[in-house]
């Protein structure tokens, strides 16, 4: 169980375009999901905790306006890369927490954007 | 200031050996650890963990130590198995909050 499901798994686009990756919790709900970024060969740095119904918490740097998040559902949350640059290229990868006692977080597969 | 730490990029094993990963971290208020394996790729997949309570926790072949005191953490595996190889991942988080920080990995390869 406990299942997190993102699509899609690799994306390339033009500078300037913007990007949407979904994540999904596929067999529980996810009041809290969270987004986090991964360079090569670096640590998976949290970018954003996104909350049911309620606006995304953003870690010290990271931009709002550039990376948009919606969490319109208890099982669906959306990062919008907008007006995306060569340098946002990464690896986006989300989890979520399936809400029980000391669950750990569960991870989608995550997602390799590359910008052009 | 990186709170959670891996000092060791790589480590190689033969097959059937120990595979000793580690992982120190600064902040105190950490009260809750776990590892994650991930392949390249792929998310993190959690493996095991450990509440600050306890020193040692143990899942199959996989065991979690905790020395407090030294703010050290370490994942032992035996027998290491090819199929382990892989990035592992140190975790931390304060109980109450889903704010992972992750060390920088290490990745292991189990030579056959």
């Known amino acids: 169980g406990a299942v997190v499901s993102q699509h899609p798994s690799w994306v390339i686009c033009k500078s300037g375009t913007s990007v949407k990756i979904e994540c999904r919790s596929l067999?529980?709900?996810?009041?809290?999901m969270f987004w986090y970024r991964q360079f090569p060969k670096q640590s998976l740095m949290l970018m954003a905790t996104s909350n049911e119904g309620s606006k995304a918490t953003y870690e010290q740097g990271v931009e709002k306006d550039k990376f948009l998040i919606n969490h319109a559902s208890l099982t669906l949350s959306t990062l919008t890369v907008t007006s995306a640059h060569p340098e946002d290229s990464s690896f986006y990868i989300c989890?979520?927490?399936?809400?029980?006692?000391?669950?750990?977080?569960?991870f989608g597969n995550g997602t390799r954007l590359t910008v052009t | 200031d990186q709170q959670v730490k891996q000092n060791s990029p790589s480590l190689s094993v033969q097959e059937g050996r120990i595979s000793i990963l580690n992982c120190d971290y600064t902040n105190s208020m950490f009260d809750y650890f776990l590892w994650y394996k991930k392949y390249p790729a792929e998310g993190p997949t959690f493996l095991i963990s450990?509440?600050?309570?306890?020193d040692k926790n143990e899942d199959g072949r996989f065991t979690v130590f905790l020395n407090k005191s030294a703010k050290h953490l370490s994942l032992h595996i035996v027998p290491s198995q090819p199929g382990d190889s892989a990035v592992y991942f140190c975790?931390?988080?304060?109980?109450?909050?889903?704010?992972?920080?992750f060390g920088t990995g290490t990745r292991l390869k189990v030579l056959a």
């Open positions: 989890s979520a927490y399936p809400g029980q006692g000391d669950s750990p977080l569960h």
């Open positions: 975790a931390a988080i304060t109980s109450g909050t889903y704010k992972y920080i």
């Open positions: 450990i509440s600050s309570i306890k």
């Open positions: 067999d529980f709900q996810a009041t809290t």
